[in-house]
Structure formats: structure tokens, C-alpha cells
């Protein structure tokens, strides 16, 4: 495919060399003018994965790099979040909705005129199981409206060193996505059979070991591979999200009018029968996939979601009080091809979750279990917010109290519970006295905490709380001792959550 990629990095740079085809992907007539990079206020690195040149097959990652040229500094970050701040005074959606426009115009172009040059005298082989990474820079100012600076024709991270750790935590999770689609075998014939009758109805059959439609032509082997392939990438897609086919009219109208101008003889109508194969089929996939939900998420207890409860809303927050420190989760699902687990795959469908204080996330997924593999359908979020513990500012009259566990939830029956006072000899010893440093991360202590009384925890600031470990102390870390220690381990979701 990499001479395709050079015919579209030639594109990207001079768009096309019909003029039709540069109003198309040109911005509306107020918009297009040609910005010089300098004058750009942000330049994105969008990361494609193109799995198919003919028929086009394109998936962009959900995080891409972000070079801000004034302040001349990059960082990763999920595109969607990056629109959402970038243009939070303007139309956040619209603006991304038009990059992922720009590129897949971009792409179109290039198959169809490949397949035009594939189909003359200097036609070349093209390789139907092939991929091809991509890199897309496109600069914004504060338009809404994309400009395609240039396309590399691999993935392009930043130099090693200049790139942090958020950078290698980015890079690991981008291969780690793309090779879950090329390198995936989640498929079977059941599956296959199951996508053509989403397209032809019940039509479709097996006869002789060839799948026949109801007018008793026979598929090819073409439109079997495109079919098949297309199905694992949607079920394997991980952080991609698909770019084209496309069900969006602007796009459809495109590569109509593309190979109405480059085959006005239609002799590439075969291409364009599988185009209608894959938009069908994406058609029922995503229909399907917007039906396969729960009926109802229950907790106990009682959580007030907001929003309140629907099976077509997928993101709920709610808020509990500190006193409040399990919450029972579960659902039900919609069919009785689906099931419900919490957090993973093969999770519980029921769970009590620890809540600690701040933001806690419980992660509910639907799968279809009809698979020998469960496929993950959809999923729903629930962020509970555990308040801090009431406290009390300080006032000149406080005492410091020591606290080692809850007496309504000992975990050591053999120490103390509750708050107790402190000694001043003690409080006097632990300030003065220079301890050596804690050689164990489980050293035993206590917490202290000021209190106006140590017989009321409502009285104490808990704000103002900290950790005093027996006889040593911690340390405080630099910043290239904090890097070192957690240099490739995963710390939660990174960037991702």
C-alpha cells in the first residue's frame, strides 16, 4: 500500500488536481483561506489505521498528540476531551466532526484514484490483506474548520528525548489498540452468517461451500474477505473509532460523485457494490449495538443517578455522604442473548464496591454471550462522589488527637480505636527528634489529627489530618525520584481516564 501512501501525502499537499475535487475539501467560502503554520494555533498529530485501501476500511485513535507552536510545548490527550477545551466557546463537536471529515475526504480521493490508475495501462498490484499506519497533522486557529498540513505514512510520536512518560504510557496503548484489530480472531462462521442475514434478511445461505443471496448469485471471494474482516475490526475496535465506511451524506455523496467522474463507463461498479455491503452492514451492526442495553441499574443503597436512569444514557453521577462506605451495584440486562458484568468481561453482575472518599468509578458492561468469546456491547459509567468527613475550622483552643482505626470497623482487635489524646511529651518528641527514614512502606502508626475534643470526631478539622509513622519517618521524593520509581508501571488509565 505504500505507493498509495505516497499518492496521498501528494494530495494532502496539493489536495487534488481536479478543481472539483478542491472545492470539496475546501471549508465554506468565508473559511478558506490557506493559514500558514506559524498562524496556527494548535497543530494535532490524529493517528489513523487504514486496513483496507479498496474498499476504504479507516479507523482514527480516540487520543492524539497536541503541539501548541506559541508556547511551543506537546502532550497527549483524548481528542474528544482536547475539542471540548479548545473550542468550549464555540462548537467543540462540530470542529472535531469536521477534522475526521477532512481525512476521510482525503482518503476517498486516494482510493478512488488508485483504483482508477489499478484499473489503466499502468495499473500495479494491490495488496488486499495490507495496512497501513498513518499519521494526519492538521492545524487549527479559532475556526472550526481543519487544514491538512500533512500525512506521514507511519505512526509519528515525539523525539525520545523529548518525550515523558505520559508520551510512552500514549505510544504503548496506541500499538497495543492497533495490533488488537489486525492481529485479532474473535470471528466465527456464526458471526459471518449472522452478518450477511443482517444485510440480506434471512436470505443468505450455505450451499456447497458457497454463500449464496437469495437471487442465487454467489458472493466473492472479494466481498467474503471485506465482510469478514470487517466484522472482526468492529468487534476488536479497543480505543479506534471508525472513520469510514461512513453513513454520513456528505461522504456517501462524495465517493458517489468521485467514481462518477473517474468511471463515467462504470467499470468499477463492483467496488461500489461492496461499499453498499459494508454501509449495510454497519447500518445493522450499529442498530444492534444501540438495542443491546440494560433495563435497569439497582443499588443499595438507594443512589439518587443523574441523570435519572435510561437505558440509552451511558454516563450517571451521583453523590453519597462520608458515613457511607459500601455501595451494593447490579443490573439487568435487556435480551437473553446479554449479560451484564461489572468493571471486566467476566465480572459479577452484582457486587458491594468499597467507596473512598472523592471520585469513584463503577464501570458496567453489556456482553453478548452468544459468542464463544463474550463481546462487549455496550457499557455504562456511574461516578459516585464520597464527601470528606464533616470537619471544623481550628480555632485557638484545639487539642492533637491520635486515631488508629474505626471502632465500627476494626481491622486489628488487639490496638485501639477511636480517637485518643496525645501526650504533649509525645507530640513534643515527634517534632523535635530526627528520625531515620521508614525502611518498609507498612511501617505501624497512627494518624493525628487536631480536635477542639478528642471524645467528638465532629470537632476536628480533618482537612488538616497526616500520617506518623513509629520511630521514622517518609521521606518526600523528588520529582526524578518519583519518575524513576514508577518508570513502566501503569498508574491507573493515564491520560485515558
Known sequence: MRCCVKRLILISKIFTPAEWCMNQLSAPRDHKDILKAQDLSVIIKAYVLVTSLTPLRAFIHSAGTVWHPPKKKHFSVKLQRFFEVFFKSSSPQQAFNNMKEAISKLLLITEVFSESSASGPNSYNQCSQCFQMLTFDIGFNTSIYPVVLEVHDNFVFQDEDESNIQ?????????????????????????????????????????????????????????????????????????????????????????????????????????LTVHWLLSSLLEKFQFMTKESHTNLIFTSPQLDLNPQFNPRIKEYYTEVPFDVVTV????????????????????????????????????????????????VVSSYKITIYREDRPSLPLFDDYMMCGFVQDCGSRIRPEESCGLQPLSHEYLSAISQTVFKTCEAGDTKGQWIVPCLS??????????????????????????????QCVEGRRVGNGFYI
Open 328 to 375: 451494593k451495584i447490579g443490573a439487568e440486562p435487556s435480551n437473553c442473548q446479554c449479560h451484564v458484568h461489572l468493571d471486566e468481561k467476566k465480572g459479577p453482575s452484582i457486587a458491594n464496591y468499597p467507596l473512598g472518599l472523592g471520585l469513584n468509578k463503577v464501570i458496567v458492561l453489556v456482553t453478548d454471550d452468544s459468542h464463544p468469546s463474550p463481546q
Open 454 to 483: 478528642c471524645s467528638d470526631n465532629r470537632t476536628c478539622d480533618w482537612r488538616e489530618i497526616m500520617w506518623q509513622p513509629h520511630g521514622c519517618q517518609y521521606s518526600v521524593l523528588a520529582r526524578p525520584e518519583l519518575q
Open 167 to 271: 508520551d510512552q504510557t500514549f505510544k504503548q496503548f496506541l500499538f497495543e489498540d492497533t495490533f488488537k484489530i489486525l492481529l485479532s480472531n474473535e470471528t466465527s462462521t456464526s458471526s459471518f452468517i449472522e452478518a450477511l442475514q443482517n444485510i440480506y434478511g434471512s436470505t443468505t445461505s450455505k450451499v456447497d461451500g458457497t454463500y449464496q443471496k437469495e437471487d442465487e448469485q454467489c458472493l466473492s471471494l472479494e466481498e467474503i474477505n471485506a465482510i469478514n474482516s470487517f466484522v472482526k475490526e468492529l468487534k476488536n475496535l479497543g480505543q479506534f473509532e471508525l472513520l469510514f465506511p461512513s453513513a454520513a451524506p456528505k461522504i456517501q455523496t462524495l465517493l458517489h460523485n468521485l467514481y462518477r467522474m473517474v468511471d463515467p463507463m462504470r467499470r468499477l461498479g463492483s467496488v
